[in-house]
């Protein structure tokens, strides 16, 4: 009863082994320009993780926007239903999950065993994405990972006015030339990323149980931000950033445990 879930985001594609209630593999490859080798290459990777061969995988659901590049996938699931169930399964008192990936931003309320209903979806533009952090990080010399590290030492936000990935580049790069310290302009970055997604959540809240995925999640500077405009805690999952990917899994799942019915 082994299934694998693929989500092919638009920077990173994850995959996840499923069994018996249990994550039996996990892989994360970089999506990079074509994501349907993406796909299949973490399809194999997560079978070296899982140690199966092939043959072992008897469903897999695809999610994400590559989703439909998967020619593998039994079925393709939206990311909005995925993410939900793969929270609910890693934090089961979740009612609302808060997913930042790196081309949108997601919030979505969820129901019993993990049921998706109703969301919020920021696809529009990459204000307030991995994509837009990562843009800002280039424009100060670093990377994102640095990002995170630089937010551990509570610097005062500048003060960041847009949101446009273009302009909010052109103020970080104002402010570099004007003297001010990349930890205090990190901190705005992240706050301005944060009341953007507060926005988002707003017509969702108050709620007991929050969950953060997303490879986002990862990013203390953001999670710290957002829970300080909120008021409130926000759950990580282990692994955030597999969490949809782990859905589809899940319902792959599912699909089989109906077959047998």
């Not at 696809?123 to 837009?132: H, N, S, V, W």
Request: charged share 20%; aromatic share 4%.
């Amino acid at each position: 009863m082994l299934t694998v879930g693929i989500d092919i985001g638009s920077m990173t594609t994850k995959a996840v082994a499923f069994a018996d209630g249990k994550i039996r593999g996990a892989a994360v490859l970089p999506t990079g320009w074509q994501p349907k080798t993406a796909g299949e290459a973490v399809f194999r990777e997560v079978q070296k993780q899982a140690g199966c061969p092939p043959a072992a995988v008897q469903y897999v659901v695809g999610t994400g926007y590559g989703r439909a590049c998967l020619p593998c996938a039994h079925e393709v699931v939206t990311e909005i239903t995925c993410h939900a169930r793969g929270a609910y399964h890693m934090i089961p008192d979740t009612e609302l999950v808060i997913d930042i990936g790196g081309q949108d931003s997601k919030v979505i309320r969820v129901g019993r065993r993990g049921r998706v209903e109703d969301f919020v979806m920021n696809d529009k533009c990459a204000a307030g994405t991995g994509r837009f952090l990562d843009v800002m990080a280039t424009a100060l010399g670093m990377d994102v990972d640095e990002m995170g590290r630089r937010a551990t030492g509570g610097a005062e936000p500048a003060g960041i006015s847009s949101m446009c990935t273009v302009f909010a580049e052109s103020e970080v790069i104002s402010l570099v030339a004007a003297g001010a310290e990349k930890a205090s302009i990190v901190a705005g970055l992240h706050h301005a990323v944060a009341e953007r997604i507060a926005a988002l959540a707003a017509g969702f809240l108050p709620v007991a149980c929050i969950a953060f995925t997303g490879g986002v999640a990862k990013n203390f500077g953001i999670k710290r931000a957002l829970e300080q405009i909120l008021g409130c805690p926000l759950l990580l999952p282990e692994d955030p950033q597999i969490i949809g990917a782990l859905g589809a899994a899940i319902i792959g799942q599912e699909r089989l445990d109906r077959r047998r019915i």
